[in-house]
């Protein structure tokens, strides 16, 4: 069974920092894309940012310059750094890892809440 296992959510205040990470049972070189997304209330999941196989890198244009995604081979993770924290960035950030083939799959989904 696949495993996709998120972790590093929390309260911050804004413009503090905060570090998601991702991993997953599926070998990093078996994956198309690894990626972050976010659902606040009332709103549709949108992406934040995304990686491809390639090392190729996506991001919203309301996080660029503040959040970065990074991706640690040996240890098939995915890590969203986010500095400059602000209350808009208040969401559920749900990880997504799209395999070469096969289904996609989310994480269970972690809570940021940025407080003003």
């Known amino acids: 069974q696949v495993q996709v296992v998120e972790s590093g959510g929390g309260l911050v205040q804004a413009g503090g920092s905060l570090r998601l990470s991702c991993s997953t049972s599926?070998?990093?070189?078996?994956?198309?894309?690894m990626g972050w997304y976010r659902q606040a209330p009332g709103k549709q999941r949108e992406l934040v940012a995304a990686i491809t196989r390639g090392g190729s890198r996506n991001y919203a244009d309301s996080v660029k310059g503040r959040f970065t995604i990074s991706r640690d081979n040996a240890k098939n993770t995915v890590v969203l750094q986010m500095n400059s924290l602000k209350p808009e960035d208040t969401a559920v950030y749900y990880c997504?890892?799209?395999?070469?083939?096969?289904?996609?799959?989310w994480g269970q989904g972690t809570q940021v809440t940025v407080s003003s």
């Open positions: 997504n890892v799209d395999p070469i083939v096969g289904n996609t799959y």
């Open positions: 599926i070998s990093i070189f078996s994956i198309n894309a």
